[in-house]
């Protein structure tokens, strides 16, 4: 595994959690990161990515005005700051990597994290 997730939890409805992604394997500041979730039962999903110096972001439309993703290529480290959660948010989150522009499809990221589940009681 060459990314590592973290932060997942249980928080009521419209709380807030951090996620963080690490890696020690690939040099993270080449890669542009993303956040993608898989609810039980669907299909994984594009939450949000950002480009390999954090300048441009792109969300779900779903996430926007709630989630944040920001990078610290010092650290290694992708976040996901998340506020306002609700019960539809609930998931595992993975975060992947790709050499090139930010993509929004599953299959254009070669290298995965674990997944770190985020679960919204109402």
């Known amino acids: 595994v060459q990314l590592q997730a973290s932060g997942g939890g249980l928080v009521q409805a419209g709380g807030s959690l951090r996620l963080s992604c690490t890696t020690s394997r690939l040099t993270f500041s080449n890669y542009d990161m993303a956040w993608f979730r898989q609810a039980p039962g669907k299909e994984r999903e594009f939450v949000a990515a950002?480009?390999?110096?954090?300048?441009?972001?792109n969300y779900a439309d779903s996430v926007k005005g709630r989630l944040t993703i920001s990078r610290d290529n010092v650290k290694n480290t992708l976040y996901l700051q998340m506020n306002s959660l609700k019960p539809e948010d609930t998931a595992v989150y993975y975060c992947?990597?790709?050499?090139?522009?930010?993509?929004?499809?599953?299959?254009?990221?070669?290298?995965w994290g674990q997944g770190t589940l985020v679960t919204v009681s109402s």
């Open positions: 950002t480009s390999r110096n954090g300048i441009i972001t």
């Open positions: 992947a990597a790709r050499l090139g522009p930010s993509s929004w499809s599953v299959a254009d990221y070669p290298y």
